[in-house]
T-cell receptor, first 114, second 111 residues
């Protein structure tokens, strides 16, 4: 079974631009979560989607947004990029939204903002 | 407000010995706990989990212990192998809530 696929793997953008990251979950998984990893902050929760609905949201500004499609694929968008948005963005999927369903992560998208 | 804490940023262990990684949490509503392993340039890999109705869960060389009264969990790796060298994250979740991660502990297993 294929794992979680994130595209692109690497991205370089300049301040003020916007970016869209894509995530394809494991086949059959309906829940998708997004995390930001930075050296100083660890893994910070961005948002979680299930059946195209946002179920949980982290403490990030409105410049960060996401959505989930009917095939469970998800995208996240960051508008008006800032230097501090440079990070590894990780997508994870789980079978459902049950609390005891572990997340399975992709290898992330490394975003560099210059 | 850091609800999940891993106070040791790094740990060094000799091959064949036991590795013990620790994690503390503050939110008493957490009832599902997980451990992940992460290599550089890869996403975290799920290792083992435990629900709050248990105090121990074992899977091969990996055992997770949960002490609810102390709000503490630990991961034991026995015996440790050089391939276990990675960053280990603990994570916790309450019913319907988001998964919260600790800051990670870098484990180095020396041959």
């Amino acid at each position: 079974k294929a794992g979680v696929t994130q595209t692109p793997r690497y991205l370089i953008k300049t301040r003020g631009q916007q970016v869209t990251l894509s995530c394809s979950p494991i086949s059959g998984h309906r829940s998708v979560s997004w995390y930001q990893q930075t050296p100083g902050q660890g893994l910070q929760f961005l948002f979680e989607y299930f059946s195209e609905t946002q179920r949980n949201k982290g403490n990030f500004p409105g410049r960060f947004s996401g959505r989930q499609f009917s095939n469970s694929r998800s995208e996240m968008n960051v508008s008006t990029l800032e230097l501090g948005d440079s990070a590894l963005y990780l997508c994870a999927s789980s079978h459902d939204w049950a609390y005891n369903s572990p997340l399975h992560f992709g290898n992330g998208t490394r975003l560099t903002v210059t | 407000d850091q609800q999940v804490k891993q106070n040791s940023p790094s740990l060094s262990v000799q091959e064949g010995r036991i590795s013990i990684l620790n994690c503390d949490y503050t939110n008493s509503m957490f009832d599902y706990f997980l451990w992940y392993k992460k290599y550089p340039a890869e996403g975290p890999t799920f290792l083992i989990s435990i629900s709050s109705i248990k105090d121990k869960n074992e899977d091969g060389r990996f055992t997770v212990f949960l002490n609810k009264s102390a709000k503490h969990l630990s991961l034991h790796i026995v015996p440790s192998q050089p391939g276990d060298s990675a960053v280990y994250f603990c994570a916790a979740r309450g019913r319907g809530g988001k998964l919260i991660f600790g800051q990670g502990t870098e484990l180095s297993v020396k041959p």
